[in-house]
């Protein structure tokens, strides 16, 4: 992936040479300025967390969304469709 320069940020050599000593489990960092810790990894590595938290987010919703089905909460899909349907101005299915 192509980054922008402007946006990157090019580590020091001295952080360099310590992401490099750290392997694959990524450095931890902190800001002097704010005491904040941060984490260097690859950019695999950060693309798979990602793609992980988003599947256990998507995995949740369903999750929720079944409980209040079963608690009998929510609309018909039938019902939603029509709503729908009846906001964008398309035809009504008879």
């Known amino acids: 992936m192509e980054y922008d320069k ?3 940020a ?7 040479s310590a992401l490099h000593a750290a392997g694959n489990d990524g450095l931890e960092v902190i800001d002097p ?7 260097i990894v690859d ?3 950060h ?4 793609n ?3 599947a256990e987010q998507d995995r949740e919703a369903i999750a929720e969304g079944i409980a209040q089905m ?3 909460e929510g ?3 039938e019902q939603v469709f029509e709503g729908i349907r009846s906001r964008l101005n398309l035809p009504q299915e008879t």
Do not use: I
Not at 10 to 16: D, V
Not at 33 to 39: A, E
Not at 47 to 50: N, P, V, Y
């Open 10 to 16: 090019k580590l020091s050599k001295e952080l360099a």
């Open 70 to 72: 079963e608690a009998g």
């Open 43 to 45: 950019e695999e590595t």
């Open 47 to 50: 693309r798979r967390a990602m």
């Open 52 to 54: 992980a938290l988003r």
């Open 75 to 77: 609309k018909p899909a």
């Open 33 to 39: 300025d704010t005491n904040r810790v941060y984490h």
């Open 6 to 8: 402007g946006m990157a």
